[in-house]
């Protein structure tokens, strides 16, 4: 039977923050906080070009069409760039190019996917465009992984994490690290018609940053898993980040039991430490003497 798969690749031409080395995050920890060094149009597009490279060398098991959404920031060179892509061929596939809004980032991107390509294809892949997918047969392991559990409703390509809100909330939101993963139509329908959209904020500033991961990577799948669905992990690591894969560096998914188990004290033991600063009216103190201690 012909399965029609598309991933969704969110981009943007913003100058990103830089991030050298891949590291743990999430509970339990993965190596999912990944490394990052696009700062210029140049790098972004060569960034691009990299993503289409690395499908164009793996065979993913079925036909892919890649979506490249684009979050426009007035960058006008990186928004015809991206025009300039669109049905370019790939070895399985063709090249799909989409302009959004930057609301909600990556998250907006994955819902601007799904609504301009819902009625085209039956599976949706949902990355980021220095997160490589690019195993062979990524997208055939991911549809028998969704087919076998009969109740799943998403497929996690960087894990399954757990986040709580003391602040907020104390109920356990799990949700698939990163959004990134993979889902059928149906259950993107029934999510899109809960909340007119897939959840995304509604928000583009970086001082939103915390709200954009909330009502995004969070909320997105965590609501598929509030609709009654289970969130599965996919059996093997699918990804490398593109700057890890462009250097040769090979992370592993999951970190060994001890390294784990001193990231997550190491951890705790800062958040302890910074409890007892807020309660002890330090914490303004402690601010100003760190920064100028590192802007001496």
Excluded at 132 to 157: H, M, P, Q, R
């Amino acid at each position: 039977m012909n399965k029609k798969i598309v991933k969704i690749i969110a981009t943007s031409f913003y100058s990103r923050s830089v991030r050298l080395d891949t590291e743990l995050c999430g509970n339990p920890p993965v190596y999912t906080l990944h490394s990052q060094n696009f700062t210029n149009n140049k790098e972004i597009e060569n960034l691009i070009f990299f993503n289409i490279e690395k499908e164009n060398e793996c065979e993913p098991g079925y036909p892919v069409d890649l979506a490249f959404v684009n979050n426009n920031v007035g960058n006008l060179e990186g928004n015809k760039f991206i025009e300039n892509l669109s049905s370019k061929k790939l070895k399985n596939g063709k090249i799909i190019t989409i302009q959004n809004t930057n609301h909600g980032w990556s998250y907006g991107a994955y819902n601007k996917g799904y609504e301009v390509l819902k009625n085209d294809y039956d599976y949706f892949i949902f990355t980021e465009d220095d997160m490589i997918i690019n195993k062979n047969n990524y997208a055939k392991i991911c549809l028998e992984t969704f087919a076998k559990n009969k109740n799943c409703g998403f497929v996690s390509l960087g894990g399954v994490s757990s986040w709580k809100n003391d602040k907020v909330s104390k109920e356990n939101l799990i949700h698939a690290h990163g959004a990134w993963g993979f889902a059928s139509k149906e259950i993107l329908q029934e999510l899109y018609i809960k909340f007119g959209k897939l959840p995304h904020s509604e928000h583009s500033e970086k001082k939103d940053y915390k709200s954009i991961i909330i009502d995004g990577e969070i909320k997105f799948t965590n609501a598929i898993h509030e609709m009654g669905y289970e969130l599965i992990e996919s059996p093997i690591k699918l990804f490398h980040p593109a700057y890890d894969l462009m250097r040769g560096i090979e992370k592993p998914w999951k970190p060994k039991k001890i390294v784990a188990f001193f990231w997550i004290a190491k951890k705790k033991l800062r958040k302890f430490l910074f409890e007892i600063l807020i309660y002890l009216k330090l914490y303004s103190f402690y601010k100003n003497i760190r920064k100028k201690i590192f802007n001496f």
